[in-house]
């Protein structure tokens, strides 16, 4: 049998590799280093992770990422094992000794008789006579071979510059403060002219939100992040240090608004928000990139009326990377539209994290592997934690014209990218559930579905014992 060859060693890659030669696929995993470096990695180890040790919580019931651990485990995942076998005490977390990781990792892709690792770089596209790849090259591809996806997908559809926005979860945000209008009642393409959120402040709350955003604490470039700042993405806290009314004739104007709440009061300053999912469950605040730490972003993001009860399910940022605008380059098993030899994986797709960057590698080494072996390609229901990412980066994210240099972001996984689902409202005594009992109900409910769902879907993909030909 030919082999499905997979270009990068990371998380994504190597679970990847590890997926398809479980179900009885032959892999080349190609690694540049050692022969090529990166400023961030340290080793020539496979999966070394250059950053946080944390896969963050382990908790499979009421948070998003702990149902991804589970997920990843029931489907027999090597980097969640290796997580496993060599956690450190990290609370609730899941943190590892990083080096105790990556050994047994690149140990067990050394072991498997079914892949074969290549060291060097692969400077271009993959040959077509490969037949298949998996690209899972990361935020630090190399120049050589993001020059050639650029290429390929062309100039605009490949970012090297995150400039992230915060992301809220509706049902956090206090309608009763807030209010739904379009600028001047517009009705854009597939619009209502009720298509965002909007939160007024007066005067001395503009003025006070001025003060905390020159004043709050900031994340510097790292020393091989350098990447300039440009006007369309200039980091909120850097447009309010120059000058104090910027903000208000920027991203904050409160122009064609009326506050429906107290109409006969002009807001001063107004904050937006513009659905960011087509399920309606997130929206992002529009032009909010930033560089503050991430307590001091909840703390100033909370003084906005509205958002004072605001849940994240992530925060701002700006730094180097790479990543697809996959919803439109992408189809839904995650193969390049105008390649379909070529599949993309990790972060490099739009996906978060650690384990969600495995998560969409476990994804990609399954779904080439039914191609491989002539099977059916069967996607993960969107009601699981797998389901749910790889229907945002393939199409759930919302996208428009007018937004900016970019509108599609990298994502971690979160409770806002699943369906809803029916949860209890009242508790054992009858009384109507509120606040945090609420919403842990809803994401106990949430995980049960997710769980009962991946348990049907990895079911049906599990390998087969296939013998390579």
């Keep these: 049998m030919k082999p499905v060859h997979v270009i990068g060693g990371g998380l994504a890659g190597s679970e990847a590799a590890w997926q398809m030669a479980n179900r009885g696929v032959p892999v080349v995993l190609h690694e540049m280093r050692p022969v090529r470096g990166t400023d961030a990695h340290k080793t020539d180890g496979l999966a070394e992770l250059v950053c946080s040790n944390s896969f963050r919580s382990d908790d499979a019931e009421f948070n998003a990422v702990g149902l991804l651990h589970e997920e990843l485990r029931r489907a027999g995942s090597l980097i969640m094992r290796s997580a496993d076998a060599h956690q450190v005490p990290a609370g609730g977390a899941l943190a590892v000794d990083r080096d105790g990781f990556s050994n047994s990792v690149t140990q067990a ?116 992040e350098d990447t300039p700042y440009f006007d369309g993405c200039l980091p909120i806290e850097v447009m309010a240090e120059r000058g104090r009314e910027t903000l208000r004739h920027g991203p904050m104007k409160p122009m064609g608004l009326t506050n429906a709440h107290n109409p006969t009061v002009k807001p001063y300053a107004v904050v937006q928000l513009r659905q960011d999912n087509a399920l309606g469950t997130l929206y992002n605040m529009v032009g909010f990139q930033t560089k503050l730490k991430y307590g001091a972003q909840v703390e100033i993001f909370q003084m906005i009326p509205g958002l004072e009860s605001a849940s994240f399910a992530r925060l701002g940022g700006l730094h180097r990377n790479t990543f697809l605008n996959s919803p439109k380059l992408l189809d839904a098993t995650l193969k390049l539209k105008a390649r379909p030899d070529i599949r993309f994986a990790g972060q490099i797709t739009g996906c978060e994290g650690y384990v969600e960057s495995a998560s969409v590698g476990c994804m990609a080494g399954i ?16 009601t699981t ?20 240099p970019r509108s599609f972001q990298p994502m971690n996984v979160n409770f806002g ?21 609420k919403k842990k109900a809803r994401n106990l409910a949430l995980s049960r579905r997710a769980l009962a769902d991946f348990d049907g879907w990895i079911a049906g993909v599990s390998p087969k014992r296939e013998a390579a030909e």
């Excluded at 779904?367 to 969107?382: N, V, W």
């Design 109 to 224: 892709l050394e072991a498997h008789p079914l892949i074969e690792i290549e060291r060097g770089e692969v400077d271009g596209l993959p040959p077509q006579d490969w037949g298949s790849t998996i690209i899972a090259t990361g935020p630090l591809t190399s120049p050589a071979l993001g020059q050639a996806i650029q290429q390929a997908t062309g100039e605009d559809e490949l970012a090297f510059f995150d400039a992230i926005a915060p992301i809220v979860h509706f049902d956090s945000i206090d309608m009763d403060k807030a209010w739904f209008q379009s600028r001047y009642d517009k009705v854009g393409p597939g619009g209502t002219g009720k298509d965002y959120i909007n939160c007024p402040l007066d005067k001395d709350q503009y003025e006070a939100f001025v003060d905390a955003l020159i004043d709050g604490p900031k994340t510097v470039f790292k020393e091989w």
């Design 367 to 382: 779904f080439a592997a039914s191609e491989r072996l002539g099977h059916d390609i069967a996607r993960p229901p969107e």
């Design 385 to 404: 934690a797998m389901g749910a990412i790889l229907a945002h980066i393939t199409g759930g994210h919302i996208s428009r014209e007018g937004d900016g």
């Design 417 to 437: 990218l699943f369906p809803p689902v029916e949860a209890p409202t009242k508790d054992e005594d009858g009384k109507r559930l509120r606040g945090q009992a």
